[in-house]
């Protein structure tokens, strides 16, 4: 029931992101014609209002709506893999480290947890957005539309090489930040040994190449994802300066009004911000789908 009432919330804030622009095209026009009507720009004003309340309030429910809805399944996650856990038999455990299997109850959960509650939220919200606003675009103008959608290929196919090499670099750095944790446990676990055999440099010295290893694989991860933001803000960006240029030409030649310019402008900026985000979403998501192959190996595992 809360999955439904957010998704209702979802539709109502997605709908008042496409609505008001053409509130703000209605004031601009009225306020630039030749008759201006002080009593329209008043009704487009509160027009505007009302649009911009509704959105904050749906946003805010869905948020919270999927927030708890994604908990919920984190929880019921966490529990499914403890009861395999222990459902295991004793010879699984001489070969898995308990550093390792409590990592996968942590860390690995942890990642999850964002991909399944808030994030899912914004994927939708984006899509919508995303559908929504190119729709409306192609209602404004179709030449400027055809003008700002030129870059979107580049951008697709960037997109799934890069997620592809996200997904493969996510898996290694929680295989790695597993191994480190079981060497960590197995070391303070048997603490009094370590010190027996004065070994602790030397479990100094195994922990640190594991943490230098994460944090190399970390590292490769996180200028992956600048490359991919930088190709795709450049795109992006590059879009709305072609329609600045071409859409003041259509105003000049009286083909599109400057309201019609303003709210297009607003339709590409969110349709702009909107693909971005879900540029990092994917990101995100090809991480959590890294992780969920160590989850799911415990899951299945007869």
Do not use: C, H
Not at 37 to 54: E, K, M, P, S
Not at 165 to 183: F, G, H, M, N
């Amino acid at each position: 029931m809360p999955l439904a009432i957010g998704m209702v919330m979802l539709v109502l804030g997605s709908a008042g992101s496409v609505a008001f622009p053409q509130a703000i095209k209605g004031i601009i026009d009225g306020a630039l014609a030749e008759t201006a009507d002080q009593q329209l720009i008043d009704r487009y004003a509160l027009i505007l209002l009302g649009i911009f309340t509704v959105q904050a309030i749906a946003s805010a429910l869905r948020f919270a709506l999927f927030a708890i809805s994604g908990e919920r399944v984190v929880a019921r996650l966490r529990k499914a893999i403890f009861d395999r856990l222990l459902g295991q038999e004793v010879a699984f455990f001489d070969a898995r480290r308990t550093g390792e299997l409590t990592s996968s109850l942590a860390s690995d959960t942890t990642i999850l947890q964002s991909a399944v509650s808030v994030n899912i939220s914004m994927l939708l919200r984006n899509l919508a957005l995303v559908v929504g606003g190119v729709i409306m675009l192609f209602w404004t103008s179709v030449p400027l539309t055809l003008v700002m959608l030129a870059v979107v290929p580049a951008i697709a196919i960037s997109a799934v090489a890069y997620g592809k090499r996200v997904r493969k670099l996510s898996r290694q750095v929680q295989d790695v930040i597993a191994e480190a944790a079981a060497l960590a446990e197995e070391s303070l676990s048997n603490v009094r040994t370590v010190r027996a055999f004065a070994a602790e440099k030397s479990e100094i010295d195994r922990y640190g190449a594991a943490v230098d290893q994460t944090f190399a694989l970390a590292r490769t991860r996180v200028m992956t994802s600048g490359m991919f933001m930088g190709i795709a803000m450049t795109a992006g960006f590059g879009a709305v300066a072609l329609v600045f240029w071409y859409g003041g030409r259509l105003v000049l030649q009286g083909e599109l009004s400057p309201g019609s310019l303003t709210s297009f402008l607003i339709y590409t900026l969110t349709v702009a911000f909107s693909l971005a985000a879900l540029a990092d979403l994917w990101s995100d998501f090809m991480r959590a789908a890294g992780v969920s192959e160590r989850v799911f190996e415990l899951l299945d595992r007869t």
